[in-house]
């Protein structure tokens, strides 16, 4: 299926909007939606669409994958709240966890994802609700990167030729498609939707498993989301377009009053860029550096060593796994 991009420059937010709500009912008509709200630009976007198309006719869940950051899905359904948009929390941490046991390759947790997201999920919530169709905020770049064979981004189905009402039930609508993350921002902010979302830095479908080496446990996801708090305090206002904690595998070998202590290794990455397409490294000061890695080592338990990634995109990409 051929994709034509909107480019950000050529992009009427209010016309954009208009079409988009048109559509999306026009497709729904008198039946029932889903959709997943994380609070990132991307599935906030889709909601506050699909409520405007739709109202009562679409159902928005926060999914609790255990692979959020601290304190995420309340502040997120609060947030939404206030904005007369109702989400439920929809308690899958389990499922998670059990999907990717055992999985160290990045290819095979993303399918691991994408099967437990999509068939042991909303498959279920689909069957529960009676909705035929599921809203989300897949857009330009994901598919992108997933048909160049970079890396298959969790939510690119109808694009690998997956037919999604055959093998889960329900048709996927996806509004934001033509969009890269600088245009879907203009969106964003259209639709009145707060500044600390629609500039809120981007974090991926898969959460914090995009950002552990390695097998995914809760233990090494709680390490990465302790990890992940003091880079967000610790760079919040630089202007970067992302910053990230990521978990490497290996454990390394450190030092603590006079003893070996053998620990594990956080890689931070701050970004500058556009539209995630391509990215330099964020040049922070060696005092902001510096406090990172104590904050790091002093705050995370088990943690030895803090690195800082200065590759650009390309070769380098965004997300680590």
Known sequence: MEIKEIKTEDLNPD??????????????????????????????TVT????????????????????????????VVSLFEKLGVHVEIFDAKEQFFNGLKNLKDPEEKREAITRVFYKEVFGRLVEE???????????????????AGIKRQHNILEQLGINTEKRYGYKVIEPLIQLRKSGIRKVAKALTLQEEIYNRPPFPG????????????????????????????????????????????????????????????????????????????????????DKLAERITTEVPGVV?????????????????
């Not at 729904?28 to 609070?39: D, R, T």
């Not at 409520?51 to 309340?74: C, S, V, W």
């Not at 989300?136 to 997933?146: F, L, S």
């Open 206 to 289: 898969p959460a914090l498993a995009t950002r552990v080496i390695g097998e995914v446990t809760p233990e090494r996801v709680e390490t990465v989301r302790k990890a992940t708090r003091i880079v967000e305090d610790e760079l919040c206002n630089t202007g970067a377009f992302q910053y990230l904690a990521i978990l490497h595998e290996d454990k390394v070998t450190g030092v603590r009053e006079g003893k070996r202590d053998y620990g594990m290794q956080i890689e931070v990455r701050c970004w500058e860029s556009i539209d995630a397409t391509i990215g330099s490294p964020t040049q922070l000061p060696y005092e902001t550096l």
């Open 15 to 44: 016309e954009f909007i208009k079409q988009k709500v048109e559509e999306i009912s026009s497709a729904v008509g008198s039946e029932l939606a889903i959709n997943a709200l994380s609070g990132g630009v991307d599935s906030s």
């Open 305 to 321: 060593s803090v690195t800082y990634n200065i590759t650009k995109k390309p070769p380098s990409t965004i997300e680590v796994v």
């Open 48 to 75: 506050m669409l699909g409520h405007r198309a739709l109202g009562d006719k679409l159902k928005t869940y926060f999914i609790e994958n255990g692979l959020m950051r601290e304190g995420e899905p309340q502040s």
């Open 129 to 147: 609700s009676g909705a035929k169709y599921l809203m989300q905020g897949t857009n330009y770049t994901d598919v992108e990167e997933t048909v």
